[in-house]
């Protein structure tokens, strides 16, 4: 038995968690199984299905029935949660992934999917992933991205939204799930120490790169289960006590901070405009002044050089000048863009770029020809954005693809009388992935 100051959790000798109560009511939905932990081996979840107790040591030890493996699991309660930490997994077989859950919940009323939170007007239940190996959701995808299509049970009365949209309602994630029985929550880790070929982003052999993070060895999570109007409270609380960015913005966090919400004035300010910037942001009654195109480059974000000729020292100077009238200043990175120009792609592509397939030259190139020909028809069936292959250390732009034997690829810069020749790709964003092209003859 654990127990926070609000909430007991049991987990028993099958290595199930048997019952979360909050306030004396039981959480856990009757009939269903909750492991507390599952295997994934050869493409198969394995459930815990023993468990015994080190209270010395605070650890479980699981088991998996026939197949021949263990696993030790940290416990560690606190005031606002119990933390729990895979520190060991004994098996010869890979493990794939590790599934904390699902944890099946008799409690239904508001979801939070993304969030992990159930709550209705009583008590909110929830799960927090602990570092960033660990996901919120159930691994119904190799992306580990979420499907597309999951209805939401949203019975809201949205009388401001068409009726097109409001038919259309959907999740944005699966860390809390409704459920026929109420909710469910889950989380997982998956083993990222090997290239895993996969289908993502529309691609059928997108290649995942090794992660060297540990595998499922360190997978984190938070359990909770509190008063329905102190939920946001223990999150902060969890957010502190396992040492999580805990962002505060005028002395409160920023998840209570009405001050997160407020609106802000869209001005591409530079050094030598700050201060009519600054006067405008004053004169319209707000207190943020926002750069929305600060950056000649995405991936290692330099400056505009036109904008800022000090460099980032230039943009500090800005951000003072701000401060000292009272005013803050902003902008967004995202980082699932790159643009061509960014170091991470010119002059020499960084290794760590994802490729969405591979195959062999069939003969040698050289500079200047236009046509290149590879083996494996297959993995050029499907147009990209890009049409970008990468051949050792250069990135290589193509017009098209003839589909024979040898597959050819044909110069970019084609027609009007203009020399042949293959060129590097200028497009501003680097939505789409490449091929890499081996040398084998």
């Known amino acids: 038995m654990l127990t926070t100051q609000h909430a007991l959790f049991r987990i028993d000798t099958s290595g199930q968690v048997s019952s979360i109560q909050c306030d004396g009511r039981e959480l856990v939905a009757a009939q269903q199984s909750s492991p507390l932990i599952s295997l994934r081996i050869g493409g198969v979840l394995h459930p815990a299905r023993e468990a015994r107790w080190d209270s010395q040591r605070n650890h479980l030890t699981l088991g998996f029935g026939d197949l021949d493996a263990s696993a030790v699991v940290a416990v560690q309660p606190h005031v606002s949660h119990i933390a729990l930490e895979v520190r060991e997994i004994q098996t010869r077989a890979q493990v794939e992934l590790l599934v904390w859950g699902p944890y099946a919940l008799s409690l239904s009323g508001l979801i939070g999917e993304v969030v992990g939170v159930v709550r209705n007007q009583d008590v909110a239940v929830g799960i927090q992933a602990l570092n960033v190996k660990t996901l919120g959701g159930f691994p119904s995808e190799e992306s580990d991205i979420a499907p597309d299509g999951v209805i939401a049970d949203d019975h809201g009365l949205y009388t401001d939204l068409p009726l097109s949209l409001r038919e259309k309602q959907s999740w944005r994630g699966d860390t809390a799930t409704a459920a026929p029985y109420g909710s469910s929550l889950q989380a997982y880790c998956r083993n990222r120490d090997h290239l895993r070929v996969i289908s993502n982003w529309g691609h059928a052999q997108f290649q995942a790169q090794p992660l060297a993070d540990g595998g499922c060895i360190g997978s984190r999570i938070a359990l909770f289960a509190v008063p329905a109007n102190q939920a946001l409270t223990a999150l902060g609380e969890i957010e502190q006590a396992e040492g999580l960015p805990h962002p505060i913005l005028n002395g409160t966090w920023a998840k209570q901070s009405p001050d997160a919400t407020s609106s802000y004035l869209i001005a591409d300010f530079g050094e030598h405009t700050i201060e009519s910037a600054i006067e405008m942001t004053r004169r319209a009654g707000l207190k943020v002044l926002y750069h929305s195109s600060p950056f000649a480059t995405w991936g290692h974000f330099e400056l505009k050089g036109e904008l800022f000729p000090n460099g980032w020292e230039g943009f500090r100077t800005c951000v003072q000048k701000a401060r000292q009238a009272g005013l803050g200043v902003g902008f967004h990175t995202l980082s699932n863009f790159i643009t061509t120009n960014d170091a991470y792609v010119t002059p020499?592509?960084?290794?760590?770029?994802?490729?969405?397939?591979?195959?062999?030259?069939?003969?040698?190139?050289?500079?200047?020809?236009?046509?290149?020909p590879v083996q494996r028809a297959e993995v050029f069936r499907q147009k990209t954005a890009l049409n970008t292959i990468v051949i050792g250390e250069e990135l290589i732009r193509y017009g098209g693809v003839r589909m024979r034997n040898p597959v050819t690829f044909s110069s970019a810069n084609a027609g009007h009388g203009a020399r042949k020749r293959l060129c590097m790709a200028t497009v501003r964003w680097l939505h789409s992935l490449w091929i890499t092209i081996t040398r084998s003859f």
């Open 348 to 372: 020499k592509p960084s290794p760590h770029l994802a490729r969405i397939a591979s195959a062999t030259l069939s003969a040698d190139v050289d500079a200047v020809q236009a046509e290149i």
